[in-house]
């Protein structure tokens, strides 16, 4: 991807504010700008311009694209091994999210903790 990266529209984060709020042990935080939800200090899921990203297995990642039509979520044209964007459709859908969002949650509860980053001093 070339150029500048545009913001995420509000709708979209207000939209990703709320399928994540309430979520237990779930941290929202920014990462290259946009609002990302982190799981034991693992990324769980985010947003990038218009569209979201969550994380899953192996095999929830089959039928993510199979059964949803979700794509491999590829920043800058790289793909990231463990995270596809979910189509629009799903995203507007809460119950469907929802579903999506418990697979996610489910896989990063596997992966080991990540410690706290120290605050950086300046």
Same mark, same amino acid.
């Given at each position: 991807?070339?150029?500048? !990266? ?93 579903? !999506? ?22």
């Amino acid at each position: 991807m070339k150029g500048t !990266w545009k913001k995420s529209p509000p709708g979209l984060v207000a939209t990703f504010d709320a399928a994540i709020a309430g979520k237990p042990g779930v941290v929202r935080r920014q990462m290259f700008g946009y609002p990302c939800a982190f799981l034991n200090g693992n990324l769980l899921s985010g947003l990038f311009q218009d569209q979201m990203m969550v994380r899953l297995s192996e095999a929830d990642r089959v039928k993510a694209v199979v059964e949803a039509g979700a794509k491999p979520f590829a920043p800058g044209g790289r793909p990231m091994r463990e995270y596809v964007v979910l189509p629009p459709g799903i995203v507007a859908d809460k119950r469907k999210l929802g579903v !999506w969002l418990k697979r996610a949650i489910a896989h990063v509860e596997t992966l080991p903790a990540k410690p706290a980053k120290k605050p950086r001093r300046g």
